[in-house]
């Protein structure tokens, strides 16, 4: 197994035995129930398909309840799947764990980015923007932007304002500082996308 779903948490600092603090992410990771094992043979490639987070039948909807109860399992929030090379020693209802990363060195973390909702190009591309002085009223606009007369018009592309954040982000080949198993913590050296509870996905770095 290749990775698994986690949260964010938060945070904090971890002090080597050398007295050295670490700027560290906290992220939960799993347990992970196996839904589905997929082959070759009957889906075209070898996956794993893994659930996070268990939520009341009354949070989700049939077509997932109908999913999870084919393979025994209440039903999850979330619900991800993993290429392998072979699906050899996985089962439907195999809890995966944190433990899976006891040996790994580097991972890498995939996330949604905190949202900003709608910003001005100033703030959401680092546009310098107009003068602040001699009587100037152009600040945090883009300014003039349009073409000559040919092609008299603003080419595709262009930097504007808009919705800013909340994009699939990934981070790659953190150093992983500690696996504490017995409660499904993970940390991380670095920061990791989104705010807390992000839901992310942590992979072995190749």
């Not at 764990?97 to 040996?103: L, R």
């Amino acid at each position: 197994m290749k990775g698994l779903i986690g949260k964010k948490i938060g945070m904090t600092q971890f002090f080597t035995e050398d007295g050295s603090a670490i700027p560290v992410s906290v992220i939960q990771v799993g347990p992970c129930p196996v839904v589905q094992v997929k082959t070759t043979e009957k889906d075209g490639y070898n996956a794993v398909q893994i659930a996070f987070e268990e939520v009341p039948p009354t949070r989700s909807n049939l077509p997932k309840i109908g999913h999870f109860r084919r393979a025994g399992l209440p039903p999850y929030r979330h619900l991800q799947e993993f290429r392998v090379d072979s699906t050899e020693g996985f089962e439907v209802g195999q809890m995966v764990g944190v433990d899976i990363f006891k040996e790994t060195k580097k991972v890498n973390v995939s996330g949604r980015t905190k949202g900003k909702g709608y910003t001005g190009v100033v703030k959401r591309h680092n546009y310098s923007g107009g003068s602040k002085t001699h009587g100037s009223k152009s600040h945090n606009v883009p300014g003039s932007i349009g073409m000559a007369a040919y092609p008299s018009r603003v080419l595709k592309g262009h930097k504007l304002a808009g919705h800013h954040g909340f994009k699939n982000f990934t981070v790659r080949n953190l150093e992983v500082v500690d696996v504490d198993a017995e409660n499904n913590i993970l940390l991380v050296k670095g920061a990791v996308p989104g705010g807390r509870n992000t839901i992310l996905r942590i992979t072995v770095s190749s």
